[in-house]
């Protein structure tokens, strides 16, 4: 089961919106609505930021998004802060035998 | 407030062993399936194992497959994970994470645990 394909960075500046793709097959996120996404700073543990493609956790801020096309979904930040600095990782559930598959992880950057 | 808290890691030569040791509070903690995740030093996520809640059934990734084997305590609210002949590339910080709903994401994580598979 190979990693979904993730930009390696994206940057933007404050105020303004990024967005990140995530691409996968139509094993993991073409067959299921269930990709999430988590946020990551460093020495930190992923903290869950969209489940379900589309759905916040309580407590995530509402610049937070997500969405989904065929194989490939995404996750929007409006509204770009500082502290929104981290690395980003998609994953999906999978028909194949590890049941779930991480994405290869975006580095955003606060310009 | 829902806490896992992860234990047990350390130094190991290659070919040996190691248990870890995830401690649950704030759930109904045999409601839920629980998964390890691992992240090798700059790498990035790679799901290694989960249970369900009752300890009936339980997946590997292929990369551990007959080398770990993960269990639960209901009566303990304890997860386990033993790591029999261990390999450089085991090397990671090892998450203890909370299934959602449906087992299909992971909502909450502790802080790790590093494991260092060397001689």
């Known amino acids: 089961q190979s990693a979904l394909t993730q930009p390696a960075s994206v940057s933007g500046s404050p105020g303004q919106s990024i967005t990140i793709s995530c691409t996968g097959t139509?094993?993991?996120?073409?067959?299921?609505?269930?990709v999430s996404w988590y946020q990551q700073h460093p020495g930190k543990a992923p903290k869950l930021m969209i489940y379900d493609v589309s759905n916040r956790p309580s407590g995530v801020s509402n610049r937070f998004s997500g969405s989904k096309s065929g194989n490939t979904a995404s996750l929007t930040i409006s509204g770009l802060q500082a502290e929104d600095e981290a690395d980003y990782y998609c994953s999906s559930y999978t028909s194949s035998s590890t049941n779930y598959v991480f994405g290869t992880g975006t580095k955003v950057t606060v310009l | 407030e829902v806490q896992v808290v992860e234990s047990g890691g350390g130094l190991v030569q290659p070919g040996g062993s190691l248990r870890l040791s995830c401690s649950a509070s704030?759930?109904?903690?045999?409601?839920?399936?629980m998964n390890w995740v691992r992240q090798a030093p700059g790498k990035g996520l790679e799901w290694v194992s989960g249970?369900?809640?009752?300890?009936?059934?339980?997946y590997y990734a292929d990369s551990v497959k007959g080398r770990f084997t993960i269990s639960r305590d209901n009566s303990k609210n304890t997860l386990y994970l033993q790591m029999n002949s261990l390999r450089a590339e085991d090397t990671a910080v090892y998450y203890c994470?909370?299934?959602?709903?449906?087992?299909?994401?992971?909502?909450?994580w502790g802080q790790g645990t590093l494991v260092t598979v060397s001689s």
């Open positions: 249970i369900s809640g009752s300890g009936g059934s339980t």
């Open positions: 139509s094993s993991d996120v073409g067959a299921y609505n269930y």
């Open positions: 994470a909370k299934a959602g709903n449906w087992n299909v994401y992971f909502d909450y």
């Open positions: 704030g759930f109904s903690f045999n409601n839920y399936a």
